[in-house]
Structures are given as structure tokens and as C-alpha cells.
């Protein structure tokens, strides 16, 4: 049992279940409706197995640093749960499973961007920027991003304006979600020689990004609700979770210009992101099967 829970964990299962929550609306989105529930198990299990194998070689790849700081030295890999040879082989079979139940059991152009999406994690974002540059979480955001237009493509075949939309609104939320959390562990990115904002750039500078992106990701957010045909549900859903995420930003930015960093904020900002995206995706949904109904 152990053995499988280490295994579990290289997929980081928590990070899979954030992608799945914005694939199922995008595709109440794109379907007008429920989709068949085959499809949606299918799209589902592909875009698992494509993210699980992703995230699997970015643990294999990031072994060292993970050992070196507090929040990831109990990975799998650091703890020696899994050896490294066993985890790279878990990764490709993972990969292989992911592209042959979404070429087979949904479309080509699905799978091919499941496949596009882990080369862009693993080979642009682990391998190249991230230990290189500090817009890497900037720039990496891509891969997070791609789990709407696999739900999309898997409903209608094609992609459109409104799932390269809701890729932009994932693309912009992901670095203020991901510098609010490396404001909390600024010294482990700093230990293990990562450019993340926190370390690289000052508080100031830091939050202020973080509050820069969370007005353009609001703005994106409210452009969905005409783009995509949704009602006043979706918009006024989408008005006020935009209103409460920023104004947690602004907190956070405004503490900072007195040099107050300000942990608690940036945590309660990281923990509301997830609810932030969660809801303004199953918003979208509920939207479109009310007017359905």
C-alpha cells in the first residue's frame, strides 16, 4: 500500500484534480449541455493520465532540489519510496496510456495536445526556465492551461475563441496563485537557487505583479460571458469572485509597500485561488444547464 500511495503521489494528485475541474465545464461549454458520460470519462481519464506522467518526470527531473526544500523533501523521490529509474518508467507508460485513450476513445487533436501539454511542462518549464529565469511559472502557466482546449477539442473536434479564452484566464491566474504561495516559501526557493519572483525581485515588485495579473485575469474572466453566449449567472458569478480576488491582492500589495510581508495574506490569496478558479468554471456550467434545462 505504500508503494501504490508513493506512486500516487509522483502524479501530484492534488494539482490533476485543479486541471479536471476547469476540463468538465469547458465541455458543459462546448457541448451546450451534458456531454455523453462516455466522453467525459474518457476525456477525463486521458487528461489524468497525460498530467499524472507529466507531473511524474517533473519530480524525476527536480529530485535534487526537492530534497533540498521543506515543502517537497518528502517526496517519493527524495524519500527513496520510488527509485528514479522506476519513476521515468511510470512517467513514459503514463504518457503512452494518456495519448492511446484519448486518440482512440476522443480524438486525435486531443491527444496530440495532452502530449504538446506535458513537452511544454517538462522540456520549457523544468528543464529550461525554471531554474533559469523568474517568469518560469509566468511562461510554464501554458501546460495548466491546456486541460480547456482537450475538453474543448474532445466536444467539437476544433478550437474556437472561447476556449483560447478560458486557456488565458488560466495562463494569466496561475503566476499571482503561484507567487502568493512562493511568498510563504521564499527561503526554500531561495535555498535550492530557484528565480522565483519572491527571491529574485523585491516584495514590492513581487505583490505588484501579482495584483497586475489578477486585473487582467478578472477582465478576461468577465469577456467569457459574451464570447461564449453565457448569461447574467456566469456574468455577475464571475464580477464578484474577480472583486473578492483582488481586493486580496490589493491587501497583499498594500502591505508590502510599508515592507510588511504579509505570509497569512499571501496564503489565504493562494487558498482562495483555488476556490477562485473552481467556481468560476462550475459557474460556467451551471449557467448553460439552467438555460438548458
Known amino acids: 500500500m505504500a508503494t501504490v500511495k508513493a506512486y500516487v503521489a509522483l502524479t501530484k494528485p492534488r494539482i490533476i484534480e485543479l ?5 468538465v465545464p469547458t465541455m458543459v461549454v462546448a457541448r451546450n449541455g451534458w456531454p455523453s458520460l462516455r466522453l467525459l470519462i474518457l476525456t477525463l481519464v486521458g487528461g489524468t493520465l497525460a498530467a499524472g506522467g ?13 530534497a533540498i526544500m521543506e515543502r517537497t523533501k ?22 503512452i496510456a494518456a495519448f492511446l485513450v484519448l486518440g482512440i476513445g476522443v480524438n486525435l ?12 511542462y517538462v522540456v520549457i518549464y523544468t528543464m529550461w526556465l525554471k531554474r533559469r529565469s523568474k517568469q518560469n511559472i509566468v511562461i510554464g502557466g501554458a ?6 482546449l482537450i475538453g474543448w477539442t474532445a466536444i467539437t473536434g476544433h478550437l474556437a475563441w472561447t476556449p483560447v479564452l478560458l486557456f488565458a484566464i488560466i495562463f494569466i491566474w496561475t503566476p499571482p496563485h503561484f507567487w502568493a504561495l512562493a511568498v510563504r516559501y521564499r527561503d526554500d526557493y531561495e ?3 530557484v528565480p522565483m519572483m519572491p527571491v529574485v525581485a523585491s516584495l514590492k515588485r513581487t505583490t505588484t505583479e501579482i495584483l497586475v495579473y489578477s486585473v487582467i485575469m478578472w477582465a478576461l474572466s468577465m469577456l467569457v460571458g459574451p464570447v461564449a453566449s453565457l448569461s447574467w449567472v456566469y456574468g455577475i458569478s464571475a464580477l464578484i469572485l474577480g472583486a473578492w480576488f483582488n481586493w486580496g491582492a490589493f491587501q497583499l500589495w498594500r502591505k508590502a509597500q510599508v515592507d510588511q510581508a504579509d505570509v497569512a495574506g499571501a496564503m489565504k490569496l493562494f487558498h482562495f485561488s483555488i476556490t477562485y478558479l473552481t467556481v468560476l468554471f462550475v459557474m460556467m456550467a451551471v449557467d448553460v444547464l439552467i438555460r438548458h434545462h
Request: charged content about 10%; hydrophobic content about 55%.
Open 191 to 193: 535555498a535550492a537557487n
Open 74 to 95: 518528502n517526496r517519493p523521490l527524495v524519500t527513496g519510496a520510488v527509485s528514479p529509474t522506476e519513476a521515468l518508467i511510470f512517467g513514459v507508460c503514463l504518457e
Open 143 to 148: 501546460a495548466g492551461a491546456v486541460p480547456v
Open 54 to 66: 507529466a507531473n511524474t518526470f517533473n519530480m524525476y527531473l527536480d529530485r535534487d532540489i526537492d
Open 109 to 120: 487533436i486531443s491527444a496530440w495536445l495532452g502530449l504538446a501539454a506535458t513537452a511544454f
Open 19 to 23: 486541471l479536471l475541474v476547469s476540463t
